[in-house]
């Protein structure tokens, strides 16, 4: 079955650190792999997304994520952290069928200062 | 160009009444899909709509159904409500749905059910 996991529910870096947030797929195929951020009160953001191509993936905000076959996984990282980046961080993996897509439940991000 | 908008913001319904959500796409995307996301279940697929047609459904029950308008506009409904559908209702806009598409997500609706 298709599914995503990210493995942690919460992260707490200090500002200024450097961020790798994980995200480990199960799919038959290449998938549609995409990060999305989720601030208080709002909607999601696409932050990036891969479909194909270069494995290395720039997206909005200074993040970036790379695509590995080998290990199921396309981890979002940043290379130094604003107290603004504080949100929840969701990965999601299409298409799935009926179910479009599948997300994963989410890591929590705290910045400290 | 307007992002994804969605009425209300917050409900408070009690069981077993039934409640109308209301999603406006962005100017010309067709597609729109309705989530729900809890905390112990996380982000959820409800449905989709494309020109007016249901195109893909999730895993859940007849109590929630939805409607796309000619122009792109979509309202879903929850009938009996039960504490379990307390939740955020998010839903996203997109060109046409592709799985390439990039989705644009409204701020959702709180739904409370007491």
């Known amino acids: 079955a298709q599914s995503v996991t990210q493995p942690d529910i919460h992260i707490t870096v200090s500002e200024g650190a450097s961020l790798e947030l994980r995200c480990n797929y199960s799919?038959?195929?290449?998938?549609?792999l995409f990060w999305y951020v989720q601030s208080p009160g709002q909607g999601l953001q696409l932050l990036l997304k891969?479909?194909?191509?270069?494995?290395l993936v720039q997206g909005i905000k200074g993040f970036e994520a790379e695509f590995k076959r080998s290990q199921s996984s396309f981890n979002l990282r940043k290379p130094s952290v604003h107290w603004s980046d504080a949100a929840e961080y969701f990965c999601a993996v299409g298409p799935s069928g009926t179910y479009k897509y599948i997300f994963g439940t989410g890591t929590r991000l705290k910045v400290l200062a | 160009k307007a992002g994804v908008t969605q009425t209300p913001r917050y409900l408070i319904k009690t069981r077993g009444q039934q409640v109308t959500l209301s999603c406006s796409p962005i100017s010309g995307h067709r597609s729109v899909s309705w989530y729900q996301q809890t905390p112990g279940q996380g982000l959820q697929f409800l449905f989709e709509y494309f020109s007016e047609t249901q195109r893909n459904k999730g895993n859940f029950p007849g109590r929630f159904s939805g409607r796309q308008f000619s122009n792109s506009r979509s309202e879903m409904n929850v009938s009996t409500l039960e504490l379990g559908d307390s939740a955020l209702y998010l839903c996203a806009s997109s060109i046409s749905g592709g799985a390439a598409d990039t989705q644009y997500f409204g701020p959702g609706t709180r739904l409370t059910v007491l």
């Open positions: 891969y479909f194909s191509g270069d494995t």
């Open positions: 799919y038959g195929a290449t998938p549609y």
